[in-house]
């Protein structure tokens, strides 16, 4: 993706834009930096590719935020929802939300000053800008704007336009969206019990072939599983468990793709085995070889032989 725009177009977002100005924090501060990101810490450099870097989080919690900081809206929760150590350069570093509920950002920068935003970026979303951003880490809460929990993407980015759907396999499915038809699930590393599994219905009308080396079968046009995963030491291995010769097809949030067919413990079920997964988002389809639909058991574990 390149990172150029004319100055005229650039000259009239910048103007645009909100100026990103720290707030007084309150004396009672009811979140706390220093504790785990749910969904991740990560690390990016000035001119990273994958603009913008997209982490799915559950939008909300139980505090308010203009307890924490003047100015400040929304629910958040205790812990941030992800941590981002930035390393600037000559660019400009966003932030910003996209869902389909009001949702707010709470930040804590590498200043240890508070930032927030309710609706710069649009459409009830919001969006926080550095022109000349600090190196260091970023602690970010995505909040709701009214209470409760809500999906949501939080876009990082050093593009002041950006388009969310560049990275989709074609025009014509939906290999990036990341509703999963059977459901999702949050799980941590050391999660219970293990392993976690869902029943669904394997196969579709979409060849996964031209993914990659090791994809076959027919799989649906949008991901039938969702797992939001914090990473600690252990792999992570997805797998099924049919009666059927079925196939598997694993996507994390960069778009990159992991296939098998028949590499699992018994019969034609396949296996992907993750030795060093990263936090964050793994979307799933379970094909089949063959034309049809086939029921079929989804399995996510991090212990080696511990198929159901």
């Known amino acids: 993706m390149l990172k150029t725009t004319s100055a005229a177009l650039l000259a009239l977002i910048v103007a645009a834009a909100p100026a990103v100005a720290a707030v007084q924090s309150k004396s009672v501060q009811q979140v706390d930096p220093s504790a785990r990101a749910t969904y991740g810490d990560y690390r990016l450099n000035a001119g990273f590719p994958d603009d913008p870097y997209i982490i ?46 009001d949702t707010t950002l709470l930040v804590n920068g590498p200043d240890g000053s508070w930032y927030c935003d309710d609706d710069s970026g649009g459409n009830l979303n919001a969006q926080l800008r550095w022109g000349s951003p600090p190196s260091g880490v970023y602690d970010i809460w995505v909040g ?41 699930i949050t799980l941590r590393a050391g999660f219970s019990p293990d392993p976690h599994t869902v029943r669904l219905t394997a196969g579709g009308e979409v060849d996964s072939g031209p993914l990659g ?9 949008y991901p039938d599983y969702v797992v939001n995963y914090t990473s600690g030491s252990f792999p992570l291995i997805f797998g099924v468990d049919s009666d059927r010769d079925t196939t598997l097809v694993v996507a994390d949030q960069n778009d990159r ?19 060093n997964p990263r936090s964050g988002t793994y979307r799933v389809w379970v094909g089949t070889f063959s034309q049809g639909n086939a029921p079929a058991t989804l399995y996510v574990t991090e212990l080696e032989g511990n198929a159901p």
Do not use: H, K
């Open 56 to 101: 799915y989080v559950d939008a909300g919690g139980d505090i308010d935020a203009s307890n924490v900081a003047s100015g400040c809206a929304g629910m958040v929760s205790y812990a941030p929802d992800a941590q981002v150590t930035y390393r600037a350069g000559s660019l400009p570093f966003i932030i910003r939300t996209d869902s389909d509920t």
């Open 144 to 184: 709701t704007f009214g209470g409760g929990v809500a999906r949501a993407e939080l876009q990082i980015s050093e593009l002041d336009s950006t388009n969310t759907n560049d990275n989709n396999y074609n025009d014509n499915n939906n290999y990036s969206d990341s509703a999963g038809t059977f459901g999702e």
């Open 213 to 221: 080396d090791g994809c076959s079968g027919n799989v649906a046009d």
């Open 257 to 275: 793709y992991w296939c098998d067919d028949d590499g699992g413990n018994e019969g034609l079920n396949p296996q992907v085995y993750l030795s």
